[in-house]
């Protein structure tokens, strides 16, 4: 499939399988009319090949290079295995991670679960939907007290309320979307 046709149709099962409408309450703590639960879309067979070459694409067009992509569980994790299985089959393997919300309390007690010590530095943050951003801010300061040096960040979804500001001018960390809301 081209560009083109991956983004129509992860953008078609976005609007018909993750888009709602009502009254509801985001992680933000913000109510909204609309709602994404982008994970339908992202677990979804036919999307999750689009979804990594999207991902994979826009990561180029970003002029970014990393050596792995992460982010924080539960939203980012089909994004994350996305993209590294369609690195792969394209010859440029990006490994994946993903960041829990705390560190273990037993064994290893990490917080960065996928890689080995020393495996990646440079690496790109990557979510479902932002809205103010907060889990990719956690997933970022955790990459970056990690040792990581993050290149940017990165979602499916962008509600444009605010995620933009908080990652790129609170953390100087570049941001990148493939939709926005309204196209949805």
Known sequence: MSLQEDRALVQGLLSTRSVKRGDFVLASGKRSSIYCDARVTTCHARAMPAIGRLFLAKITELGWDPEA??????????????V???????GQPVNGFLVRKE???HGTKR???????????????????????DSTVKAIEASREAGFEVLGALCLVDREEGAEANIAGALNCPFGRI??????
């Open 179 to 184: 939709f926005r809301i309204a196209e949805l």
């Open 84 to 90: 590294a299985h369609e690195s792969a089959l394209a």
């Open 111 to 133: 917080q960065i679960e996928g890689l080995l010590e020393g495996e990646a530095r440079r690496v790109v943050i990557v979510d479902d939907v932002c809205t103010t951003g």
């Open 103 to 105: 560190a273990k309390g």
């Open 69 to 82: 992509v992460g982010g924080l569980t539960m939203g980012a994790d089909p994004i994350v295995m996305a």
